[in-house]
């Protein structure tokens, strides 16, 4: 799998914190060693394997990972391959309209990534079991 830079229309890098090619063991990739938003690039059969959800809209997160264990490896490369549009207010990271979406994308994060995160990131499971919790109770509160 490869990942290349994302640059928002305004000209900000959102995967800035790769400044040259590197390559990092699929397992690191659990840890959010680079944060940002990135392209990501890899083999059809990865996508027929690991399909992504349609019972939400995000989340695509989660399939990544599990490919990435899958490959073993991802090759990360500063090139900008993609512009995006950060002005959308149905963006999932527009967190304050989105609560009970966050909370089905946390849920399967812990789903189908728990045990790896216990085994390899227990900071992360800890991290992510919060994020649940926290807009699963925001949710409850907005009924």
């Not at 994302?6 to 990092?24: K, L, P, W």
């Not at 959010?32 to 809209?57: A, K, Q």
Request: proline share 2%; aromatic share 14%.
């Amino acid at each position: 799998m490869h990942k290349f830079c994302v640059r928002t229309f305004e000209g900000a890098d959102m995967g800035g914190a790769v400044t040259e090619s590197t390559i990092i063991d699929g397992f690191a990739f659990l840890k959010d060693r680079f944060i940002g938003e990135y392209h990501s690039v890899t083999d059809c059969s990865c996508l027929i394997e690991h399909p992504f959800f349609e019972s939400v809209n995000g989340g695509e997160g989660v399939i990544w990972k599990l490919i990435a264990m899958d490959i073993g490896s991802i090759a990360y490369h500063p090139d900008v391959t993609q512009l995006y549009d950060c002005g959308g207010e149905d963006r999932l990271s527009v967190r304050s309209k989105n609560t009970r979406r966050l909370q089905k994308v946390y849920f399967l994060d812990l789903k189908y990534l728990g045990c790896h995160y216990a085994r390899r990131s227990p900071k992360k499971l800890m991290v992510n079991l919060l994020k649940y919790i926290a807009y699963s109770s925001i949710g409850f509160f907005r009924k």
